[in-house]
């Protein structure tokens, strides 16, 4: 993630003719990742991640401006690699590929972190902003488009409700996670996948039975 001017609305900062170490970023994102994985985020100080990681506050802050960027990136160096929309198969099987994804995430130690982010951006608001502009709007838009995609090519009805269907998949993950601490195996997940597609394609599918 490497911002293109000297400071981008990401938190991120660059430091002109000063060359990164990319070993010191690299252990300040593990450890950040790993505090979010035991303690809460309001008791994780940037003080912490550094001395942790070995390196000043004054290197932590030549790349995040607040504490709040450093720990999304952290996560987002584990997202951007477990959860991304393959290119291949339908856009169906893409979506559903991604949802399990998705579901493989939401298991185990990055689950805790998930939802420890989600229960943080309730009373940081700058937590929140982040979390909106840098994880949960990119995501939004790469789920969208491809059921919309899944739309045009008529693998889901015309009159899908694209907000809807999407609620309607992940809504029972996250109530597993937040609530219930439940384990999200692939058999919940593709049984929770299939029931939402089978509902909103029914009313086509009895439409088109009545027709002939």
């Given at each position: 993630?490497?911002?293109?001017?000297?400071?981008?609305?990401?938190?991120?900062?660059?430091?002109?003719?000063?060359?990164?170490?990319?070993?010191?970023?690299?252990?300040?994102?593990?450890?950040?990742?790993?505090?979010?994985?035991?303690?809460?985020?309001?008791?994780?100080?940037?003080?912490?991640?550094?001395?942790?990681?070995?390196?000043?506050?004054?290197?932590?802050?030549?790349?995040?401006?607040?504490?709040?960027?450093?720990?999304?990136?952290?996560?987002?160096?584990?997202?951007?690699?477990?959860?991304?929309?393959?290119?291949?198969?339908?856009?169906?099987?893409?979506?559903?590929?991604?949802?399990?994804?998705?579901?493989?995430?939401?298991?185990?130690?990055?689950?805790?972190?998930?939802?420890?982010?989600?229960?943080?951006?309730?009373?940081?608001?700058?937590?929140?902003?982040e979390f909106m502009e840098r994880v949960f709007s990119p995501r939004d838009r790469e789920f969208r488009t491809l059921v919309k995609e899944a739309i045009k090519k008529r693998q889901l009805p015309a009159g899908t409700e694209v907000g809807v269907f999407m609620e309607t998949i992940v809504g029972p993950l996250l109530t597993r996670?937040?609530?219930?601490?439940?384990?999200?195996?692939?058999?919940?997940?593709?049984?929770?996948?299939?029931?939402?597609?089978?509902?909103?394609?029914?009313?086509?599918?009895?439409?088109?039975?009545?027709?002939?």
């Open positions: 993630m490497r911002p293109k001017s000297d400071q981008t609305g990401t938190g991120l900062k660059r430091t002109a003719g000063r060359p990164r170490s990319e070993v010191s970023r690299s252990a300040l994102l593990d450890t950040a990742y790993n505090f979010l994985k035991s303690k809460p985020i309001a008791a994780i100080s940037t003080l912490q991640i550094a001395r942790k990681a070995g390196v000043s506050t004054a290197t932590v802050y030549r790349w995040w401006s607040t504490k709040e960027a450093l720990l999304l990136d952290a996560f987002l160096s584990k997202a951007d690699v477990a959860i991304a929309p393959g290119s291949d198969g339908s856009p169906l099987e893409r979506i559903r590929e991604y949802v399990l994804q998705v579901g493989r995430f939401f298991t185990g130690e990055n689950g805790i972190v998930v939802a420890r982010l989600l229960t943080a951006i309730q009373d940081n608001a700058v937590l929140h902003k996670l937040l609530i219930r601490h439940e384990r999200i195996d692939e058999p919940y997940v593709l049984s929770v996948f299939n029931r939402v597609v089978a509902g909103a394609t029914a009313p086509a599918a009895a439409e088109t039975a009545a027709r002939d």
